[in-house]
């Protein structure tokens, strides 16, 4: 039983939560500030936070008609009636009072303001699906960006510094791009059902085309970013050994093509593709962060 709660809580997507408290934290630690035991606090707490909105995401998808035997292939559990709504609910609502002790806590050794991003990554993550149900107004794409980009990451910063550097809000953007792509190919793939429940997101209010280029746009602004970062020596030079994950992400722009063109099996594969390469991204930007704190160290 335990196995399929555990898949219920959707744990390939936890990487949208571990990626931008590992940048954030490589970005104190650049500046002279790393607390292994905050580190893995907030990596449970962020986890936690992602593993609540999952269960709540699937609540709130049953009980508003919009999942459906067909249409939930990823999460099938309760339109198949292999377990209980009310217990999705609890179990959600449970990490999220796990989660906001081990933000207390945090908070604690910090500072207070941790208090405010955890309630609003809790809030954020609640509402998506019920709630004010913003997914369904066309915010999901919009509300993640900012959400498991710039929230996570200025508060993974700020659990080992205690103290606020706007440079995080910047250096955030690459993985908030591509956090923002798993979730619109996951729309783009769903377009027909979601008009068919009379739900808006943003890829079912706009036309096909201007849905993959704001996805190529999603695939290439991170390493814009980068350069621009690099150049105003906001984050190190090392940085710039992003380039080698440059072939993937040719590859990400190719697919987005494919899928564009034929749908079929390349529109149902580009949420888990995504979902790769943000992590891949994100992996290669937290080890290119840690290079550049060799480099002070040697130099």
């Known amino acids: 039983m335990l196995r399929k709660w555990i898949e219920a809580s959707r744990p390939w997507a936890f990487t949208a939560a571990i990626v931008p408290v590992c940048v954030g934290s490589a970005f104190a630690w650049l500046g002279g500030a790393f ?3 905050r580190f893995v606090l907030a990596l449970i707490g962020g986890v936690l936070i992602q593993a609540g909105t999952n269960y709540i ?12 035997v067909e249409s939930a292939v990823t999460c099938p559990q309760l339109v198949t009636g292999e377990m209980e709504p009310r217990q999705f609910w609890w179990v959600g609502i449970g990490c999220f009072v796990v989660a906001a002790g081990i933000g207390a806590w945090l908070a604690y050794m910090a500072g207070w303001p941790l208090l405010i991003v955890g309630a609003l990554g809790i809030l954020g ?8 149900q913003y997914k369904y107004a066309g915010l999901g794409s919009i509300f993640v960006f900012f959400l498991m980009g710039p929230l996570m990451v200025w508060g993974a ?15 955030a953007i690459p993985v908030a791009c591509l956090v923002s792509t798993i979730l619109h190919s996951n729309d783009i793939r769903d377009i027909a059902h979601d008009r068919s429940a009379h739900i808006s997101t ?6 096909s085309d201007l849905n993959y280029r704001i996805y190529q746009t999603l695939i290439i602004l991170p390493y814009a970013s980068i350069i ?3 150049a105003t020596r906001i984050v190190p ?24 063109a034929s749908g079929g099996e390349q529109r149902l594969m580009l949420e888990a593709t995504s979902a790769q390469f943000h992590f891949k991204f994100g992996l290669v930007y937290f080890v290119t962060l ?3 704190i060799l480099t002070q160290a040697v130099f």
């Not at 993550?125 to 004010?132: E, H, K, R």
């Not at 910063?157 to 250096?171: A, D, E, H, P, R």
């Open 57 to 68: 995401n699937t609540y709130g998808d049953y009980k508003s008609g919009v999942d459906t």
């Open 290 to 292: 840690l290079f550049g």
């Open 237 to 260: 030079w090392t940085c710039l050994l992003l380039v080698f994950t440059l072939p993937l992400a040719v590859a990400q722009l190719r697919q987005s093509e494919a899928a564009r």
């Open 202 to 207: 943003l890829a079912s209010l706009l036309d």
């Open 228 to 230: 621009a970062l690099v």
């Open 157 to 171: 910063y700020f659990v080992q510094t205690g103290t606020s550097n706007w440079n995080t809000l910047w250096i």
């Open 35 to 37: 607390h292994p035991f």
């Open 125 to 132: 993550g609640y509402t998506y699906t019920a709630g004010f």
